[in-house]
């Protein structure tokens, strides 16, 4: 199906299931353990062997040998792997590094070998037998020190310029200039990097924990020089990824390598202290940025640059991407700016780019206000555009009302927002959570030993478009099953994609079954990024067209004419259940969704505003959150229980990134020191007392035929910038280092409090 002409009035539209807040279909699985996650799989494949991973004791440098002489006489051991043996590797399309070392070293914990055994204890036991000597090379590892090495990279629009910056910045009355720093941040899902891998002559099945499943396939089949047919990928249940099972890791690669040499499956998982070094995490940043406003508060020149660590070959962190977006200012620049380190790999953590973006540019733009005598929410709402105004190409005419929309934008480099309800956002939350009560003086209110502060910040982030595919069969007894290797990670998937086909088909709930995660089912566009739910759904949506169009043609009714509902098909008088309908054999409904150019004529974004109340003790600095909300918009919200489930989680982890979150470098030796849940600190209830989140009722036909948007990373976007902001309202101190630990409070902390 292709989309490329807004979203007319369709089936999805009489929201009878989809739209409501359905009780997760996979709930009863999770619930009582049921569900099968990867190391789960006890029931796929018999006689499965257990492997452990040894991780690189250096950054960088290069292998002299490996003794596992002791390793291979332990208790137990069936075989051992490592590159001299492994054969010919590729590097995966999505992969920085080689997911194997040797002889080079690229960075810490890179897995050396593989010990594979009959019990986990004995790999693990063994696996600290392998003798390993190494010859270190020097390495960078402190981003402010190769800071003036970085680069920007080609081909990624990682430099914008509209009009002259420089001149309007010096020439403004009111400028903030202000450099802000954001940590080194580990994904720390539930559970592990896991997989199990077997061969059946040269076949191989692999069963995992990965979030795109159709990349993994590729990346599994190129890495070990496989023709793609030749890999089945399974991953029906995630605990959690934020971005790091997007890639193929180690563990399932290590895993297939071991079942070849073992010559029997094999199962591996990357043990806690080795996920933060071995996969990827969000690459600390330090950023820039300038903003020159009238004395009246209209922003005359911005400017935001972002600089971040990685690896030969990696990408930057695009923290300044959404200010080329966001509001409003005739002179603007832009700058996402890449140092190579010996760190390892930086990659997609949970809104890449916006989350460390807006951590700083919210701040900064409080700092705005603040140097104007506004209100921090008045000052944004004054600088609200309707139009993209980040684009050096000045072709259409800058009066977004002098044409119609659809002759105005087919070729406006400006063009405008299909739906952007940002100022309505910001009213809202400031009514809802009672703005008015904020003290514009700092350091004002206290409640007991606690000083209390209200802050607030912009939730913004792009909806992505990307093709999705899905099949849909209905069988004799009425039962309707979607097929497509779309992934749920916790945020709904299956109970959404159900809600589509049952809204479509006009088939109760109960009568849908969803199979997802199977690189056997048609190819969807995986989750990530926000864009899974709004896409998948879109699939499923084009794949029941079609079988609507079957059934009707196999009953004798016109296709055209043809409504769906409470399990019937009607046209005119005459109706006709669906499983008479269907016949002896099952009819087959697939295809894909397949978007144009209308993301480019309309730009498609995400708005919210985030409230946040924290207090701080007087005495000790210590920060606790008191309360938080969120408003969103986000286009038609496909389930409002599992999207605020969504939200409330982002909104947690950007607490963690304001607070407490950051992988510690260890700048002599190259590595994250503190890699494991036990020092790599994440919030936890106690520290989320509560939590509250609005929808703005909002269809967006731009989008899809859902006239959905992505929801999930907009919980997060502004979230550490809310907070920073709300600390600084109830105590005076500034900080712009994350997190925002009491070391940097207690310092400048006035006696007299």
């Not at 997911?99 to 693990?124: I, N, S």
């Not at 900064?364 to 005598?373: P, T, V």
């Amino acid at each position: 199906m292709k989309f490329n002409e807004p979203a007319t009035t369709n089936p999805i539209d009489q929201l009878k299931v989809v739209g409501q807040p359905i009780d997760r279909v996979d709930g009863p699985l999770k619930t009582t353990g049921t569900a099968p996650y990867a190391m789960d799989r006890h029931d796929v494949v018999p006689n499965q062997a257990h492997g452990y991973i040894v991780g690189s004791a250096i950054p960088k440098g290069r292998i002299v040998s490996v003794d596992l002489s002791a390793a291979k006489a332990a208790p137990g051991v069936i075989t051992i792997v490592t590159a001299q043996n492994a054969g010919k590797l590729t590097k995966g399309n999505f992969n920085t590094a080689d997911l194997l070392a040797g002889p080079r070293v690229q960075h810490y914990h890179q897995a050396v070998a593989l010990v594979v055994a009959e019990t986990f204890e004995q790999a693990r036991d063994a696996a600290h037998l392998v003798r390993v000597k190494y010859e270190r090379d020097n390495g960078d590892y402190d981003l402010q020190a190769v800071k003036t090495k970085a680069i920007a990279p080609k081909g990624e629009n990682a430099e914008t310029a509209v009009g002259n910056f420089t001149g309007a910045f010096a020439s403004s009355p009111v400028r903030l200039d202000a450099e802000y720093h954001t940590a080194h941040e580990s994904h720390s899902m539930m559970e592990p990097h896991a997989s199990i891998a077997a061969w059946d002559g040269d076949q191989l099945t692999v069963w995992t924990s990965n979030q795109m499943i159709a990349w993994g396939k590729g990346d599994v089949a190129r890495t070990l020089g496989l023709k793609k047919d030749k890999v089945h990928l399974m991953s029906p249940y995630i605990g959690g990824g934020f971005g790091s099972k997007l890639f193929v890791r180690a563990d399932a690669v290590m895993a297939a390598l071991g079942a070849k040499a073992a010559r029997r499956p094999v199962k591996v998982a990357l043990q806690r202290a080795l996920i933060p070094n071995n996969t990827t995490h969000r690459s600390a940043t330090i950023q820039r940025i300038r903003i020159g406003a009238t004395r009246e508060g209209k922003i005359t020149a911005i400017a935001h640059e972002s600089w971040s660590g990685n690896l030969p070959d990696g990408s930057p962190e695009n923290a300044a991407t959404q200010t080329r977006a966001l509001y409003a200012g005739e002179h603007r620049m832009t700058a996402n700016r890449v140092a190579f380190m010996d760190l390892p790999e930086a990659n997609a953590m949970r809104a890449p780019g916006e989350a460390p973006g807006m951590a700083a540019l919210e701040i900064a733009m409080d700092e705005m206000a603040e140097k104007l005598g506004m209100d921090p929410v008045q000052f944004r709402i004054l600088n609200d555009t309707q139009v993209v105004p980040d684009n050096p190409k000045k072709e259409a005419s800058s009066d977004p009302q002098s044409k119609k929309p659809e002759e105005q934008t087919k070729h406006n480099p400006n063009p405008p927002y299909s739906k952007r309800q940002f100022i309505q956002c910001l009213q809202q939350g400031a009514e809802r959570f009672g703005w008015n009560r904020r003290s514009a003086k700092p350091g004002q209110v206290r409640d007991g030993r606690w000083l209390v502060g209200m802050g607030v910040a912009a939730a913004f982030r792009d909806n992505l478009l990307t093709k999705s595919a899905a099949r849909v069969r209905l069988d004799r007894r009425g039962i309707l099953t979607v097929e497509t290797d779309m992934t749920d990670i916790g945020t709904g998937s299956y109970t959404i994609l159900a809600q589509t086909a049952s809204e479509m088909m006009g088939v109760p709930l109960e009568r849908v079954k969803v199979r997802l995660g199977d690189s056997s089912f048609p190819a969807s566009c995986g989750s990530g990024g926000q864009w899974g739910g709004n896409n998948s759904a879109a699939g499923v949506y084009a794949a029941c067209i079609k079988l609507r169009e079957a059934i009707a043609r196999q009953a004798g009714f016109e296709p055209e004419r043809a409504i769906f509902a409470d399990g019937l098909i009607r046209v005119g008088e005459r109706s006709l259940p669906l499983a008479q309908a269907v016949g002896e054999r099952e009819l087959v409904g697939e295809d894909m969704i397949e978007y144009g150019d209308i993301d480019k004529r309309f730009h498609q974004s995400t708005f919210g505003a985030h409230f946040v109340e924290v207090g701080v003790d007087a005495a000790t600095c210590e920060v606790r959150v008191r309360r938080m909300l969120a408003v969103c918009a986000a286009g038609r919200i496909l389930n409002p229980k599992t999207a605020r489930s969504q939200v409330i989680g982002a909104m947690t982890m950007g607490v963690g990134a304001a607070l407490m979150e950051e992988l510690a470098v260890d700048k002599r030796l190259g590595y994250f020191v503190n890699h494991d849940l036990a020092t790599y600190e994440v919030p936890v209830h106690a520290d989320i007392p509560h939590q509250e989140v609005i929808f703005l009722d909002e269809t967006d036909p731009m989008s899809s035929p859902m006239k959905a948007k992505g929801i999930a990373e907009l919980g997060i976007c502004g979230v550490a910038a809310a907070v920073a902001n709300a600390v600084y309202n109830a105590t005076g101190m500034r900080v712009r280092e994350y997190p925002i630990t009491l070391d940097k409070l207690i310092t400048k902390m006035p006696l007299a409090v």
